[in-house]
Protein backbone atom coordinates (compact mmCIF):
# COMPACT_ATOMS: atom_id res chain seq x y z
CA UNK A 1 0.00 0.00 0.00
CA UNK A 2 1.59 3.29 -1.00
CA UNK A 3 2.31 5.84 2.54
CA UNK A 4 -0.33 7.62 3.92
CA UNK A 5 -3.29 5.86 1.83
CA UNK A 6 -6.38 4.69 3.32
CA UNK A 7 -6.91 1.35 3.41
CA UNK A 8 -10.06 1.35 1.19
CA UNK A 9 -8.16 3.49 -1.15
CA UNK A 10 -5.30 1.15 -1.82
CA UNK A 11 -5.73 0.48 -5.21
CA UNK A 12 -5.05 4.00 -6.16
CA UNK A 13 -1.65 6.02 -6.69
CA UNK A 14 -1.47 8.45 -3.26
CA UNK A 15 0.69 11.40 -3.95
CA UNK A 16 0.96 12.53 -0.16
CA UNK A 17 1.92 15.92 0.50
CA UNK A 18 3.27 17.67 3.23
CA UNK A 19 1.64 20.87 4.70
CA UNK A 20 3.48 23.18 6.47
CA UNK A 21 2.76 22.39 10.00
CA UNK A 22 2.07 18.77 10.11
CA UNK A 23 3.74 15.24 10.35
CA UNK A 24 4.51 11.99 8.62
CA UNK A 25 2.38 9.25 9.78
CA UNK A 26 -0.75 11.19 10.49
CA UNK A 27 -3.39 10.43 8.23
CA UNK A 28 -5.39 13.36 8.41
CA UNK A 29 -2.01 15.32 8.09
CA UNK A 30 -2.21 15.20 4.26
CA UNK A 31 -3.79 15.93 1.73
CA UNK A 32 -4.10 13.27 -0.69
CA UNK A 33 -4.27 13.06 -5.05
CA UNK A 34 -5.23 9.92 -6.32
CA UNK A 35 -5.94 8.35 -9.52
CA UNK A 36 -10.18 8.31 -8.91
CA UNK A 37 -10.00 11.94 -8.13
CA UNK A 38 -11.46 11.36 -4.42
CA UNK A 39 -10.82 14.16 -2.10
CA UNK A 40 -9.88 12.01 0.99
CA UNK A 41 -12.08 12.33 3.54
CA UNK A 42 -12.96 9.77 5.84
CA UNK A 43 -16.83 10.54 5.86
CA UNK A 44 -17.06 10.52 2.24
CA UNK A 45 -15.02 7.87 0.39
CA UNK A 46 -17.87 7.03 -1.72
CA UNK A 47 -18.02 10.61 -2.99
CA UNK A 48 -16.10 12.26 -6.31
CA UNK A 49 -15.41 15.75 -4.74
CA UNK A 50 -15.34 17.16 -8.05
CA UNK A 51 -18.65 18.19 -7.87
CA UNK A 52 -18.30 20.14 -4.67
CA UNK A 53 -17.79 23.37 -3.92
CA UNK A 54 -14.18 23.80 -2.20
CA UNK A 55 -13.85 26.15 0.91
CA UNK A 56 -10.38 27.13 2.42
CA UNK A 57 -11.42 27.97 6.21
CA UNK A 58 -8.54 30.32 7.67
CA UNK A 59 -9.00 30.15 11.65
CA UNK A 60 -7.70 31.40 14.45
CA UNK A 61 -8.42 28.51 16.96
CA UNK A 62 -10.35 25.14 17.02
CA UNK A 63 -9.96 24.81 20.58
CA UNK A 64 -13.47 24.77 21.67
CA UNK A 65 -12.31 25.02 25.38
CA UNK A 66 -10.59 28.59 24.60
CA UNK A 67 -13.44 30.91 24.13
CA UNK A 68 -16.93 30.84 23.14
CA UNK A 69 -15.36 32.35 20.02
CA UNK A 70 -13.44 29.09 18.99
CA UNK A 71 -16.82 27.36 19.95
CA UNK A 72 -18.71 29.15 17.30
CA UNK A 73 -16.23 28.76 14.93
CA UNK A 74 -15.84 25.28 15.16
CA UNK A 75 -20.07 24.65 14.89
CA UNK A 76 -19.64 26.69 11.37
CA UNK A 77 -16.75 24.35 10.02
CA UNK A 78 -18.89 21.83 11.41
CA UNK A 79 -22.07 22.63 9.64
CA UNK A 80 -20.30 23.68 6.46
CA UNK A 81 -18.88 20.50 5.87
CA UNK A 82 -22.17 18.53 6.78
CA UNK A 83 -23.72 20.55 4.14
CA UNK A 84 -22.01 19.15 1.48
CA UNK A 85 -19.06 21.32 0.58
CA UNK A 86 -15.18 20.29 0.74
CA UNK A 87 -13.73 21.67 3.36
CA UNK A 88 -9.89 22.06 4.35
CA UNK A 89 -9.18 24.32 7.63
CA UNK A 90 -6.03 25.90 8.51
CA UNK A 91 -5.51 27.20 12.03
CA UNK A 92 -3.63 28.69 14.27
CA UNK A 93 -4.18 27.16 17.42
CA UNK A 94 -0.87 25.61 17.69
CA UNK A 95 -1.60 22.32 18.68
CA UNK A 96 -2.66 19.69 16.96
CA UNK A 97 -6.51 19.68 17.51
CA UNK A 98 -8.65 16.86 15.46
CA UNK A 99 -12.32 17.61 13.67
CA UNK A 100 -13.59 14.67 12.93
CA UNK A 101 -14.33 13.78 8.73
CA UNK A 102 -12.54 17.21 8.59
CA UNK A 103 -8.56 17.80 7.49
CA UNK A 104 -7.39 20.28 9.58
CA UNK A 105 -3.62 21.76 9.40
CA UNK A 106 -2.51 23.18 12.16
CA UNK A 107 0.08 26.18 11.29
CA UNK A 108 3.25 26.94 12.93
CA UNK A 109 4.68 29.91 14.41
CA UNK A 110 7.57 31.37 12.41
CA UNK A 111 10.17 31.45 15.51
CA UNK A 112 13.46 32.59 13.47
CA UNK A 113 12.05 35.63 12.09
CA UNK A 114 12.88 39.27 13.21
CA UNK A 115 9.35 40.05 13.78
CA UNK A 116 9.62 36.94 16.25
CA UNK A 117 12.98 38.28 18.28
CA UNK A 118 11.17 41.89 18.08
CA UNK A 119 8.56 40.15 20.05
CA UNK A 120 10.35 38.14 22.52
CA UNK A 121 12.33 41.16 23.40
CA UNK A 122 9.21 43.24 23.68
CA UNK A 123 7.94 41.16 26.22
CA UNK A 124 11.04 40.56 28.18
CA UNK A 125 11.46 44.39 28.68
CA UNK A 126 7.79 44.23 29.64
CA UNK A 127 8.73 41.46 32.27
CA UNK A 128 12.22 41.39 33.44
CA UNK A 129 12.83 45.52 33.51
CA UNK A 130 9.45 46.32 33.79
CA UNK A 131 9.49 48.37 30.86
CA UNK A 132 5.45 48.52 28.92
CA UNK A 133 6.62 49.29 25.29
CA UNK A 134 3.11 47.91 24.10
CA UNK A 135 1.16 51.01 23.82
CA UNK A 136 3.67 53.43 22.23
CA UNK A 137 5.00 50.23 19.89
CA UNK A 138 1.18 50.11 19.03
CA UNK A 139 0.36 54.08 18.50
CA UNK A 140 3.10 53.89 15.94
CA UNK A 141 2.41 50.36 13.98
CA UNK A 142 -1.11 50.11 14.91
CA UNK A 143 -0.56 46.21 15.95
CA UNK A 144 2.06 44.40 18.44
CA UNK A 145 5.28 42.54 16.64
CA UNK A 146 3.52 39.16 17.93
CA UNK A 147 0.71 40.22 15.59
CA UNK A 148 2.49 40.03 12.71
CA UNK A 149 4.90 37.25 12.53
CA UNK A 150 1.69 35.53 13.21
CA UNK A 151 0.42 36.68 9.95
CA UNK A 152 3.34 35.74 8.13
CA UNK A 153 3.61 32.67 9.74
CA UNK A 154 -0.28 31.89 8.43
CA UNK A 155 0.55 33.96 4.94
CA UNK A 156 3.84 31.11 4.84
CA UNK A 157 1.39 28.37 4.91
CA UNK A 158 -1.05 29.17 2.67
CA UNK A 159 1.12 29.88 -0.18
CA UNK A 160 2.63 26.14 0.67
CA UNK A 161 -0.49 24.58 -0.53
CA UNK A 162 -0.85 22.35 -3.50
CA UNK A 163 -3.73 20.65 -5.46
CA UNK A 164 -6.78 22.83 -3.46
CA UNK A 165 -8.09 25.43 -5.35
CA UNK A 166 -10.85 26.68 -3.27
CA UNK A 167 -14.51 28.24 -4.56
CA UNK A 168 -14.24 30.59 -1.04
CA UNK A 169 -11.80 31.38 1.32
CA UNK A 170 -13.63 32.00 4.91
CA UNK A 171 -11.56 34.25 7.95
CA UNK A 172 -12.47 33.28 11.04
CA UNK A 173 -11.16 34.44 14.28
CA UNK A 174 -12.01 35.68 17.96
CA UNK A 175 -12.24 38.56 20.59
CA UNK A 176 -10.02 41.57 19.34
CA UNK A 177 -7.44 39.27 17.50
CA UNK A 178 -8.46 39.21 13.44
CA UNK A 179 -5.28 37.41 12.64
CA UNK A 180 -6.41 35.62 9.38
CA UNK A 181 -7.96 38.93 8.39
CA UNK A 182 -4.83 40.54 8.33
CA UNK A 183 -3.45 37.55 6.49
CA UNK A 184 -5.74 37.71 3.35
CA UNK A 185 -4.91 41.67 3.17
CA UNK A 186 -1.22 40.45 2.24
CA UNK A 187 -2.83 37.63 -0.77
CA UNK A 188 -4.42 39.88 -3.21
CA UNK A 189 -4.95 36.70 -5.28
CA UNK A 190 -7.57 35.46 -2.79
CA UNK A 191 -9.95 38.35 -2.39
CA UNK A 192 -12.14 37.51 -5.15
CA UNK A 193 -13.32 34.48 -2.96
CA UNK A 194 -12.43 35.96 0.34
CA UNK A 195 -15.59 35.72 3.20
CA UNK A 196 -14.29 38.03 5.78
CA UNK A 197 -16.64 37.12 8.98
CA UNK A 198 -16.72 40.09 10.96
CA UNK A 199 -17.81 38.22 14.55
CA UNK A 200 -17.94 41.34 16.64
CA UNK A 201 -17.21 45.22 16.17
CA UNK A 202 -13.68 46.29 15.65
CA UNK A 203 -12.05 48.69 16.83
CA UNK A 204 -13.07 48.94 20.30
CA UNK A 205 -14.15 52.16 19.99
CA UNK A 206 -17.14 50.93 17.38
CA UNK A 207 -18.13 49.34 19.99
CA UNK A 208 -21.45 50.07 21.18
CA UNK A 209 -21.59 52.02 24.88
CA UNK A 210 -20.88 51.05 27.49
CA UNK A 211 -17.70 48.65 26.71
CA UNK A 212 -16.20 51.54 24.23
CA UNK A 213 -13.06 52.56 24.69
CA UNK A 214 -9.92 53.75 22.95
CA UNK A 215 -7.39 51.25 22.30
CA UNK A 216 -3.46 52.55 21.33
CA UNK A 217 -2.90 52.61 17.61
CA UNK A 218 -6.64 53.04 16.87
CA UNK A 219 -6.18 55.14 13.53
CA UNK A 220 -4.35 52.57 12.14
CA UNK A 221 -6.85 50.04 13.50
CA UNK A 222 -9.77 51.39 11.95
CA UNK A 223 -7.63 51.27 8.64
CA UNK A 224 -7.01 47.84 8.88
CA UNK A 225 -10.92 47.14 9.06
CA UNK A 226 -11.66 49.65 6.51
CA UNK A 227 -9.04 47.74 4.15
CA UNK A 228 -11.30 44.29 4.65
CA UNK A 229 -14.29 45.64 3.87
CA UNK A 230 -12.84 46.83 0.72
CA UNK A 231 -10.72 44.65 -0.40
CA UNK A 232 -12.85 41.41 0.91
CA UNK A 233 -15.37 40.65 -2.17
CA UNK A 234 -17.61 39.48 1.00
CA UNK A 235 -18.00 39.63 4.46
CA UNK A 236 -20.58 37.81 6.98
CA UNK A 237 -21.97 38.62 10.12
CA UNK A 238 -23.25 36.28 13.09
CA UNK A 239 -26.14 38.87 13.62
CA UNK A 240 -28.35 41.31 11.15
CA UNK A 241 -27.92 43.83 13.69
CA UNK A 242 -24.26 43.74 13.68
CA UNK A 243 -23.95 44.25 10.09
CA UNK A 244 -25.75 47.41 10.17
CA UNK A 245 -24.24 48.34 13.05
CA UNK A 246 -20.71 48.02 11.43
CA UNK A 247 -21.98 49.15 8.40
CA UNK A 248 -22.52 52.44 10.06
CA UNK A 249 -18.51 52.76 9.79
CA UNK A 250 -17.46 51.11 6.89
CA UNK A 251 -20.33 51.20 4.29
CA UNK A 252 -19.17 48.51 2.18
CA UNK A 253 -20.03 45.64 4.42
CA UNK A 254 -23.59 46.84 3.63
CA UNK A 255 -22.89 46.16 0.06
CA UNK A 256 -20.52 42.97 0.72
CA UNK A 257 -22.66 41.24 3.64
CA UNK A 258 -24.38 38.32 4.28
CA UNK A 259 -25.80 37.01 7.98
CA UNK A 260 -24.32 33.31 8.81
CA UNK A 261 -25.41 32.87 12.17
CA UNK A 262 -24.03 31.10 15.24
CA UNK A 263 -24.81 27.25 14.36
CA UNK A 264 -26.96 24.49 16.27
CA UNK A 265 -24.52 21.61 15.94
CA UNK A 266 -24.77 17.48 17.65
CA UNK A 267 -22.92 17.29 20.50
CA UNK A 268 -22.35 14.05 22.74
CA UNK A 269 -22.19 14.25 26.48
CA UNK A 270 -22.56 10.50 26.67
CA UNK A 271 -20.80 9.62 29.87
CA UNK A 272 -20.63 12.92 30.93
CA UNK A 273 -22.26 13.12 34.20
CA UNK A 274 -24.05 15.83 35.96
CA UNK A 275 -22.44 17.99 38.93
CA UNK A 276 -23.35 17.45 42.80
CA UNK A 277 -25.04 20.92 42.68
CA UNK A 278 -27.28 20.34 39.17
CA UNK A 279 -30.48 18.02 39.65
CA UNK A 280 -31.73 17.80 36.60
CA UNK A 281 -35.79 17.48 38.23
CA UNK A 282 -35.35 20.70 39.42
CA UNK A 283 -36.44 24.08 38.56
CA UNK A 284 -32.70 25.45 37.28
CA UNK A 285 -32.04 28.62 36.24
CA UNK A 286 -28.46 28.07 34.34
CA UNK A 287 -26.62 31.22 33.24
CA UNK A 288 -23.38 30.11 31.53
CA UNK A 289 -20.38 32.07 30.32
CA UNK A 290 -17.99 35.10 32.18
CA UNK A 291 -19.86 37.98 33.21
CA UNK A 292 -18.12 40.75 31.72
CA UNK A 293 -17.91 44.16 33.72
CA UNK A 294 -21.23 45.64 32.14
CA UNK A 295 -22.84 42.42 32.24
CA UNK A 296 -23.95 42.90 35.97
CA UNK A 297 -25.92 40.02 37.34
CA UNK A 298 -27.01 41.67 40.87
CA UNK A 299 -30.69 42.34 39.57
CA UNK A 300 -30.95 38.21 38.47
CA UNK A 301 -29.58 37.75 42.00
CA UNK A 302 -32.28 40.11 43.58
CA UNK A 303 -34.66 38.86 41.36
CA UNK A 304 -34.24 35.67 42.20
CA UNK A 305 -33.76 36.24 46.34
CA UNK A 306 -37.14 38.07 46.25
CA UNK A 307 -38.93 35.23 43.67
CA UNK A 308 -37.79 32.49 47.15
CA UNK A 309 -39.59 34.85 49.43
CA UNK A 310 -42.74 35.13 47.71
CA UNK A 311 -42.52 31.07 47.00
CA UNK A 312 -40.73 29.56 50.34
CA UNK A 313 -41.63 26.09 49.00
CA UNK A 314 -39.84 26.72 45.82
CA UNK A 315 -36.40 26.77 47.73
CA UNK A 316 -36.45 23.07 48.19
CA UNK A 317 -36.26 22.52 44.38
CA UNK A 318 -34.85 25.89 42.91
CA UNK A 319 -31.45 26.62 42.09
CA UNK A 320 -29.55 29.81 40.03
CA UNK A 321 -26.47 28.69 38.53
CA UNK A 322 -23.60 30.63 37.27
CA UNK A 323 -21.05 28.93 35.41
CA UNK A 324 -17.84 30.83 34.26
CA UNK A 325 -14.49 32.57 35.32
CA UNK A 326 -16.03 35.86 36.53
CA UNK A 327 -18.53 35.40 38.16
CA UNK A 328 -17.87 35.21 41.85
CA UNK A 329 -16.21 38.51 41.84
CA UNK A 330 -19.68 40.39 40.49
CA UNK A 331 -22.14 38.40 42.53
CA UNK A 332 -20.40 39.70 45.52
CA UNK A 333 -22.74 40.02 48.76
CA UNK A 334 -26.14 38.86 46.25
CA UNK A 335 -25.24 35.40 46.44
CA UNK A 336 -23.37 35.12 49.83
CA UNK A 337 -26.41 33.82 52.27
CA UNK A 338 -28.60 32.36 49.96
CA UNK A 339 -27.89 29.00 48.98
CA UNK A 340 -29.94 28.09 46.29
CA UNK A 341 -27.56 30.56 44.10
CA UNK A 342 -24.22 28.55 43.24
CA UNK A 343 -21.50 29.84 41.64
CA UNK A 344 -18.60 28.32 39.95
CA UNK A 345 -15.69 29.15 41.07
CA UNK A 346 -13.10 27.04 38.52
CA UNK A 347 -13.62 26.27 35.26
CA UNK A 348 -16.46 23.82 33.40
CA UNK A 349 -15.78 22.29 30.62
CA UNK A 350 -17.56 22.84 27.40
CA UNK A 351 -19.35 19.48 27.28
CA UNK A 352 -20.75 19.66 30.74
CA UNK A 353 -21.85 23.09 30.66
CA UNK A 354 -23.19 21.88 27.76
CA UNK A 355 -24.79 18.94 28.99
CA UNK A 356 -26.42 21.45 32.04
CA UNK A 357 -27.80 23.57 29.46
CA UNK A 358 -29.90 20.72 27.77
CA UNK A 359 -31.23 19.88 30.89
CA UNK A 360 -32.49 23.14 33.32
CA UNK A 361 -35.87 23.89 33.05
CA UNK A 362 -34.41 27.99 31.88
CA UNK A 363 -31.21 29.02 30.07
CA UNK A 364 -30.20 32.75 30.76
CA UNK A 365 -28.76 35.06 28.13
CA UNK A 366 -27.52 38.09 30.59
CA UNK A 367 -26.42 41.08 28.25
CA UNK A 368 -25.48 44.54 29.49
CA UNK A 369 -27.37 47.75 30.33
CA UNK A 370 -27.33 49.59 26.83
CA UNK A 371 -29.31 51.27 24.38
CA UNK A 372 -28.76 48.23 21.64
CA UNK A 373 -26.86 44.72 21.95
CA UNK A 374 -25.93 43.89 18.76
CA UNK A 375 -24.19 40.52 19.17
CA UNK A 376 -25.56 37.45 19.03
CA UNK A 377 -24.08 35.20 21.84
CA UNK A 378 -22.60 32.64 21.20
CA UNK A 379 -24.32 30.23 23.78
CA UNK A 380 -27.66 31.46 21.70
CA UNK A 381 -27.42 28.25 19.53
CA UNK A 382 -27.27 25.86 22.86
CA UNK A 383 -30.18 27.68 24.35
CA UNK A 384 -32.29 26.76 21.21
CA UNK A 385 -31.30 23.55 21.15
CA UNK A 386 -32.06 22.65 24.21
CA UNK A 387 -35.62 23.78 23.82
CA UNK A 388 -36.27 25.18 27.10
CA UNK A 389 -37.53 28.83 27.81
CA UNK A 390 -35.30 31.47 27.41
CA UNK A 391 -34.78 34.04 30.31
CA UNK A 392 -33.53 37.46 28.37
CA UNK A 393 -31.99 40.25 30.09
CA UNK A 394 -30.68 42.62 27.96
CA UNK A 395 -31.49 46.64 25.62
CA UNK A 396 -35.07 46.94 24.08
CA UNK A 397 -32.94 46.46 21.04
CA UNK A 398 -30.99 43.75 20.45
CA UNK A 399 -30.66 40.76 18.06
CA UNK A 400 -31.20 38.01 20.56
CA UNK A 401 -34.84 40.06 21.06
CA UNK A 402 -35.31 40.86 17.49
CA UNK A 403 -34.75 36.46 17.01
CA UNK A 404 -37.12 35.47 19.47
CA UNK A 405 -39.36 38.59 18.84
CA UNK A 406 -40.29 41.89 20.62
CA UNK A 407 -43.65 39.95 21.89
CA UNK A 408 -41.60 37.65 23.72
CA UNK A 409 -42.96 36.97 27.50
CA UNK A 410 -39.74 36.17 29.22
CA UNK A 411 -37.66 39.60 28.66
CA UNK A 412 -36.25 42.25 30.97
CA UNK A 413 -33.71 44.92 30.92
CA UNK A 414 -30.94 43.72 33.40
CA UNK A 415 -32.20 46.36 36.35
CA UNK A 416 -35.75 45.93 36.10
CA UNK A 417 -36.06 44.26 39.53
CA UNK A 418 -39.72 44.12 38.91
CA UNK A 419 -39.48 42.54 35.52
CA UNK A 420 -37.02 39.91 36.45
CA UNK A 421 -38.91 38.80 39.68
CA UNK A 422 -42.03 38.82 37.30
CA UNK A 423 -40.83 36.41 34.68
CA UNK A 424 -38.94 34.28 37.18
CA UNK A 425 -42.45 33.60 38.68
CA UNK A 426 -44.47 33.27 35.59
CA UNK A 427 -41.69 30.73 35.10
CA UNK A 428 -41.89 28.59 37.93
CA UNK A 429 -45.87 28.41 37.62
CA UNK A 430 -45.88 27.29 34.06
CA UNK A 431 -42.94 24.75 35.39
CA UNK A 432 -44.69 23.51 37.96
CA UNK A 433 -48.20 23.13 36.40
CA UNK A 434 -46.15 20.72 33.56
CA UNK A 435 -42.43 20.27 33.38
CA UNK A 436 -42.24 17.61 30.86
CA UNK A 437 -43.93 19.85 28.66
CA UNK A 438 -42.18 23.23 29.57
CA UNK A 439 -40.81 24.26 26.06
CA UNK A 440 -39.45 27.25 24.15
CA UNK A 441 -40.95 25.44 21.29
CA UNK A 442 -39.72 27.83 18.44
CA UNK A 443 -38.42 25.78 15.58
CA UNK A 444 -38.27 28.35 12.77
CA UNK A 445 -34.81 29.14 15.22
CA UNK A 446 -33.76 25.95 15.13
CA UNK A 447 -33.73 26.25 11.45
CA UNK A 448 -32.52 29.40 11.22
CA UNK A 449 -29.38 27.84 13.14
CA UNK A 450 -28.81 24.93 11.05
CA UNK A 451 -27.04 23.67 7.94
CA UNK A 452 -30.03 23.70 5.88
CA UNK A 453 -30.53 27.70 6.16
CA UNK A 454 -26.37 27.59 6.27
CA UNK A 455 -26.24 25.90 2.59
CA UNK A 456 -28.97 28.28 0.87
CA UNK A 457 -26.80 30.86 2.46
CA UNK A 458 -23.45 29.96 0.82
CA UNK A 459 -25.18 28.77 -1.96
CA UNK A 460 -26.29 32.49 -2.52
CA UNK A 461 -22.43 33.51 -2.26
CA UNK A 462 -21.15 31.20 -4.60
CA UNK A 463 -23.79 32.52 -7.31
CA UNK A 464 -22.60 35.81 -6.82
Given at each position: ?????????????????????????????????I???????????????????????V???I?V????G??????L?Q?????????????????????P????????????S???F???????????L?????????N???????????????VA???????F???L??????GG??????????M???????????????P???????????????????????????????????S???Q????????????????????I?????????????F???S???LHA????????P?G???????????????????K??????N???????E????????????????????K????????????????????L???????????????????P???????LG?N???????????G?TK???????????S???????????????????LK?????I?S?
Amino acid sequence: MAVGCHPEQEHGKCHPELVEGLSKGDSLSFIYTIETNFYLYPNRKSLNLQTLKKILIVVESIDVEDSSGSKANVALIQNLNKAGFEVLVYHYTRKEVKLPGIVCVSIKENRRSPLFFLSRLERNSRDHLKLDMHKPLQNIFGFSFTLFNDRNSIVAALRKIEGFNPDLVLTLSKGGSFRPHHALLKMPELHKKWIAYMHDPYPMHHYPKPFTYTEPGSVKKENFIREISKKATFSAFPSKLLQEWMGNFYPDFLRSGFVIPHQIIEISTEGIEFPIYFDPKSFNLLHAGNLLGARNPKGLAKAFSNFLIKFPEAKHHSKLIFLGGNNKRLLNMETKNIENIYVSEEYVSFEQVFKMQQHAAVNIILEAKAEISPFLPGKFPHCVQADKPILLLGPPKGEARRLLGENYKFWAEIDDLDGITKSIENLYLQWCKSPQDFRLNRPELSKYLTVSNLKTIIEKILSN
